[in-house]
Nanobody, 125 residues
Framework: QVYLAESGGGSVQAGGSLRLSCAGS????????MGWFRQAPGKEREGVAS???????RYADSVQGRFTISVDNGKNTLYLQMNNLKPEDTAMYYC???????????????????WGQGTQVTVYS
């Protein structure tokens, strides 16, 4: 069975850090665009960051300079390092893979066709 599995969520005080992981099972996170999305209660899911196989990255303006997306090729795992967290970062975070893009990754969730189950991040002030 092909799937992505996130981990690393939790509760943290504002200003703190968390690192989310997304492990691929029978899914190679190294060969296509991969992205992180989040959805807060009552809000639409939004793109947070994406990375292509060449290591090119894109970030939402709201997380630029605070979050870093990366891939560990040896572990077939996608990461999202989140620093200087703010209460507005509170959301369910999802990793996703786009089987059809390898260069210009999309910010649109509809482009992604393989999703993890999500991991909750809560930031309190």
């Amino acid at each position: 069975q092909v799937y992505l599995a996130e981990s690393g969520g939790g509760s943290v005080q504002a200003g703190g850090s968390l690192r989310l992981s997304c492990a691929g099972s029978r899914y190679d996170v190294r060969v296509n665009c991969m992205g992180w999305f989040r959805q807060a209660p009552g809000k639409e899911r939004e793109g947070v960051a994406s990375i292509n196989p060449a290591g090119g990255t894109r970030y939402a303006d709201s997380v630029q300079g605070r979050f870093t997306i990366s891939v560990d090729n040896g572990k077939n795992t996608l990461y999202l390092q989140m620093n200087n967290l703010k209460p507005e970062d509170t959301a369910m975070y999802y990793c996703a893979g786009d089987l059809y893009r390898v260069k210009s990754c999309s910010d649109d969730e509809s482009a992604y066709n393989t999703w993890g189950q999500g991991t909750q991040v809560t930031v309190y002030s």
